[in-house]
């Protein structure tokens, strides 16, 4: 039994296939051997609380919330505090934390931008 | 006079912060001398419509529009085609270019990858 846990959050949208880039970052960190599930705003299963359930039914101590999205909208200033606020009071034995967006760090942002030089050669 | 541009598109959220990170990736590409516009699906001005008309009106050439998007849903499936199809019969004289989504870059993908890593622990 592990004492942590991540959580990756994503939007979610109709088309399955959207969920492949999503996928394949969850495939690359189970390598790593961490515990780690993939759940989605909205459109795709599992919600968050699914996801959290299933975390914390498995006694994890610690689960690092970590959403998948360039920038910090409404989705993640109002609705994501609000979801994880009810998920603490479910679970009260895990902790839950939250990280920021990828656009809040310096080295998404440079791969980003390193991205759009070659892609626009 | 610049023969190539590049038109970074996002999505555009109600919450003007919300577009700090594409800013900031416009603004290094912009110091590399690159004739650059960030524009949105929603929300937000520009849009691309506007952007395209500018950097044809200038005269360029080749116009690269790179979808600052994880993963190609409805918005780059169908919503992004049918724009840019409209904007190459009005400015037939510039080559309008797209690239595929963030995700669908393996460098991309390691940078998230990577950024959860150090994220979750």
Redesign the interface.
């Known amino acids: 039994m592990s004492s942590?846990a991540?959580i990756?959050f994503?939007h979610g949208?109709?088309?399955p296939?959207?969920?492949?880039?999503?996928e394949?970052?969850r495939d690359?960190?189970r390598a790593?051997a961490?515990p780690i599930e993939l759940a989605f705003l909205e459109f795709m299963p599992p919600s968050l609380d699914e996801a959290a359930a299933r975390l914390a039914g498995k006694g994890i101590e610690t689960v690092?919330i970590?959403p998948?999205?360039?920038?910090?909208?409404?989705h993640l200033?109002r609705e994501l505090p609000a979801m994880v606020e009810k998920i603490r009071k479910r679970h009260a034995k895990t902790e839950f934390r939250v990280?920021?967006?990828?656009?809040?760090?310096p080295?998404?942002?440079?791969?980003?931008?390193?991205?759009?030089?070659r892609?626009?050669r």
């Open positions: 942590s991540v990756l994503a949208a109709r088309e296939e959207w969920a492949q880039p999503f394949s970052i690359r960190l790593v961490m690092v970590v998948l999205f360039l920038a910090q909208g409404a200033k990280t920021p967006a990828l656009g809040e760090s080295e998404i942002v440079a791969a980003i931008t390193e991205w759009v030089l892609a626009a």
